[in-house]
C-alpha cells in the first residue's frame, strides 16, 4: 500500500513552487487564506476576503485562525 520508505503519517505540503508562494502569502495576511485574493498590503496574520468571510461560518473562522482583512484587494 505504501512505498518502502513513505510515512503515512507525514503531511504532504504544497506540489509547486507557486502553491508554496500562496501559502506563505496567505499565511502573512498577503492573500485570503480561502480564495487567493491578494491585498494591497499583508495583514501580519492570516485573513479572509469580505467574500469569503461572508459565506464561512464563525465556528470555521475560529479553527482556523482567521480574521476579517482590513486593507483592500488587489483590483
Do not use: I
Not at 505540503?13 to 499565511?27: C, I, K, N, R, V
Not at 485570503?32 to 496574520?45: K, L, W
Amino acid at each position: 500500500m505504501f512505498e518502502e520508505n513513505e510515512d503515512p503519517e507525514q503531511e504532504v505540503g504544497p506540489d509547486t513552487p507557486e502553491e508554496a508562494s500562496l501559502a506563505d502569502d496567505a499565511a502573512s495576511g498577503l492573500a485570503c487564506s480561502d480564495c487567493g485574493v491578494y491585498f494591497v498590503e499583508a495583514h501580519g496574520y492570516p485573513v479572509l476576503c469580505s467574500a469569503c468571510w461572508d459565506l464561512s461560518t464563525e465556528a470555521d473562522r475560529k479553527e482556523a485562525g482567521v480574521q476579517l482583512a482590513t486593507h483592500e484587494p488587489v483590483e
